[in-house]
T-cell receptor, first 116, second 114 residues
Framework: AQSVTQPDIHITVSEGASLELRCNYSYGATPYLFWYVQSPGQGLQLLLK??????LVQGIKGFEAEFKRSQSSFNLRKPSVHWSDAAEYFC??????????????FGRGTQLTVWP | KAGVTQTPRYLIKTRGQQVTLSCSPISGHRSVSWYQQTPGQGLQFLFE???????NKGNFPGRFSGRQFSNSRSEMNVSTLELGDSALYLC?????????????FGPGTRLTVL
């Protein structure tokens, strides 16, 4: 069965510092991979996605993520965090085929706090 | 294009009542998925509809049901509400519902069951 693990429940960084949010997945084959962000009282906004090809993908707001098949990881990074990046971040996986096609499996989320 | 809209945004009900939530997808999108978000269980998939047909269903009791109309708008219904149904219910739309197709989320409906 598909599953997603985000080991860090809460991360605090200073504004201007670099950021890495971890995501590990369990899946029988290479899934589709996503990072979403959720601000308080809001829905989910897609930051970036990986389907195939270059394992380093660029997203909105200066975020990037790297797919590492050998580690079953899809970590999200940003070189310099802004106060407006404070939010909750969710990693998700989706099947490429089969009965669960179209269904996303989410990690439990990482809450990011940014110190001024 | 207008984004995914959900109504109402907030809802308070009492145990035993039923509730209907509405989702209007992005224009031209034919797939609508529903997710429940709680602090204890996180984001969990409820079901997905495409062209008025339920194609996929998560592990929720039969009290949770949904439907999709010919204009792709979707509703979900929860009958005999329980305290544990208190959650943020998120709707997402996509063009054809395949995983490769990006799911765009609405702002959610916050349901509180007293």
């Amino acid at each position: 069965a598909q599953s997603v693990t985000q080991p860090d429940i809460h991360i605090t960084v200073s504004e201007g510092a670099s950021l890495e949010l971890r995501c590990n997945y369990s899946y029988g084959a290479t899934p589709y991979l996503f990072w979403y962000v959720q601000s308080p009282g809001q829905g989910l906004q897609l930051l970036l996605k990986y389907f195939s090809g270059d394992t380093l993908v660029q997203g909105i707001k200066g975020f990037e993520a790297e797919f590492k098949r050998s580690q079953s990881s899809f970590n999200l990074r940003k070189p310099s965090v802004h106060w407006s990046d404070a939010a909750e971040y969710f990693c998700a996986v989706g099947a490429r085929r089969g009965s669960t096609l179209g269904r996303l499996y989410f990690g439990r989320g990482t809450q990011l706090t940014v110190w001024p | 294009k207008a984004g995914v809209t959900q109504t109402p945004r907030y809802l308070i009900k009492t145990r035993g009542q039923q509730v209907t939530l509405s989702c209007s997808p992005i224009s031209g999108h034919r797939s609508v998925s529903w997710y429940q978000q709680t602090p204890g269980q996180g984001l969990q998939f409820l079901f997905e509809y495409f062209s008025e047909t339920q194609r996929n269903k998560g592990n929720f009791p039969g009290r949770f049901s949904g439907r999709q109309f010919s204009n792709s708008r979707s509703e979900m219904n929860v009958s005999t509400l329980e305290l544990g149904d208190s959650a943020l219910y998120l709707c997402a739309s996509s063009s054809d519902g395949s995983t490769r197709d990006t799911q765009y989320f609405g702002p959610g409906t916050r349901l509180t069951v007293l």
